[in-house]
Nanobody, 121 residues
C-alpha cells in the first residue's frame, strides 16, 4: 500500500558527505511530518531530523550544523544532507513518514527498510 524507499547510504571517510533520499509511494491522502532516524548496534533508535509539511525542522543536537533535512511535497520525497560526518554517525538510517491513508483518519507512522551509513576514521 505505502512504501518508503531509501537510497544514498554507503561508506565514507570521516569528514566526508552523504546525501540520503527517501521517496514515498502508494495510495494515501496526505503526508505530514517526515523525518530520519538512526540506530547504531546496541543503541536505541533516535531522531536525527524531522520536517513538517510547512518546512519547520528539528534536529538532534549532535547533528546541528552538519545535517540538513529537506522535502519536496510535490514528489513526496525527503532528503538528508550529511556533511562533516563522524564515526559516531555510523548507524542504520530509517526514513519515517507520518501520513493519513484517507481523510478524517488518524495519522500513522510508516518506515523505510533502513540504509546503512558507515563512517570510517
Amino acid at each position: 500500500q505505502v512504501q518508503l524507499v531509501e537510497s544514498g547510504g554507503g561508506l565514507v571517510q570521516a569528514g566526508g558527505s552523504l546525501r540520503l533520499s527517501c521517496a514515498a509511494s502508494g495510495s494515501f491522502f496526505s503526508i505530514n511530518d517526515m523525518g530520519w532516524y538512526r540506530q547504531a548496534p546496541g543503541k536505541q533508535r533516535e531522531l536525527v531530523a524531522a520536517i513538517t509539511i510547512g518546512g519547520s525542522t528539528n534536529y538532534a543536537e549532535s547533528v546541528k550544523g552538519r545535517f540538513t533535512i529537506s522535502r519536496d511535497n510535490a514528489k513526496n520525497t525527503v532528503d538528508l544532507q550529511m556533511n562533516s560526518l563522524k564515526p559516531e554517525d555510523t548507524a542504520v538510517y530509517y526514513c519515517n513518514a507520518r501520513l493519513r491513508l484517507r481523510i478524517f483518519t488518524r495519522e500513522s507512522d510508516y518506515w523505510g527498510q533502513g540504509t546503512q551509513v558507515t563512517v570510517s576514521s
